[in-house]
């Protein structure tokens, strides 16, 4: 949390101060050949429900958040990478707790040359990791699941940049990312152990802000 704190305030600082010192006249689109593009996105959800009338309440929490950089390697078309990382906390009658990681080169491309703003695509494909732990109630007494293990990952987007200004850029997107995972599953500690191929497919909707820049600076 403390990294995403950091990066985010330098992509603010970066983006204030840049608007003070550029004119909101530009003519042109800020997705041009050897500019850098640097931005940070997510969303974060939360949610209780109370069960009949006997005061029994389930909640569940999930967040994400991905850190892309890249550079626009000609116009409108963006190279670079991604780091994505999602979490979903959930307590009900099984108590569900999941992470999942992807690292990832991407590639962006803009559809418009308009400065106010562009459809996108993007396409990350790399390396994925995911974690599971459930806990049942079994005849009173707890049992635990646990799923790890590395794999493939897909991430595709769809989404909309409007250009607040120049350096600065307002993300809506969504998207689709697939997981397909080689693991374990291991039962009560090591009790038992088998192994586990699955496919996780989620469906995104995501924003974010943008910083872009002539020159790399981090």
Do not use: C
Not at 36 to 42: E, F, I, K, Q
Not at 62 to 87: N, V
Not at 117 to 123: E, L, N, R, T
Not at 183 to 207: C, L, N, P, W, Y
Request: charged content about 15%; cysteine-free.
């Amino acid at each position: 949390m403390r990294l995403i704190s950091i990066l985010l305030l330098i992509s603010i600082q970066a983006g204030v101060t840049l608007a003070q010192e550029v004119g909101s006249d530009s003519t042109y689109s800020p997705f041009r050949k050897d500019r850098w593009l640097t931005g940070l996105a997510g969303g974060i959800s939360s949610s209780s429900t109370k069960l009949d009338t006997a005061s029994q309440r389930a909640f569940a929490n999930q967040y994400a958040f991905d850190f892309r950089t890249g550079k626009f390697f000609k116009d409108q078309w963006l190279i670079g990478g991604i780091f994505r990382i999602q979490r979903v906390n959930s307590h009900q009658f099984v108590e569900l707790e999941s992470e999942s990681l992807l690292i990832a080169p991407l590639l962006s491309y803009y559809l418009s040359e308009n400065p106010q703003g562009s459809i996108f695509f993007a396409v990350a494909p790399g390396y994925a990791r995911f974690k599971e732990k459930t806990v049942v109630l079994v005849a009173g007494t707890p049992s635990q699941e646990v799923l790890d293990g590395g794999g493939f990952g897909l991430l595709a987007q769809l989404g909309y940049s409007y250009v607040l200004h120049d350096h600065i850029v307002f993300d809506l997107s969504l998207g689709l990312n697939n997981t397909w995972i080689n693991g374990r599953k291991e039962i009560d500690a090591g009790q038992s152990s088998r192994k586990a191929d699955i496919h996780i497919g989620t469906v995104i909707f995501s924003f974010g802000f943008n910083v872009v820049l002539d020159q790399f600076f981090f």
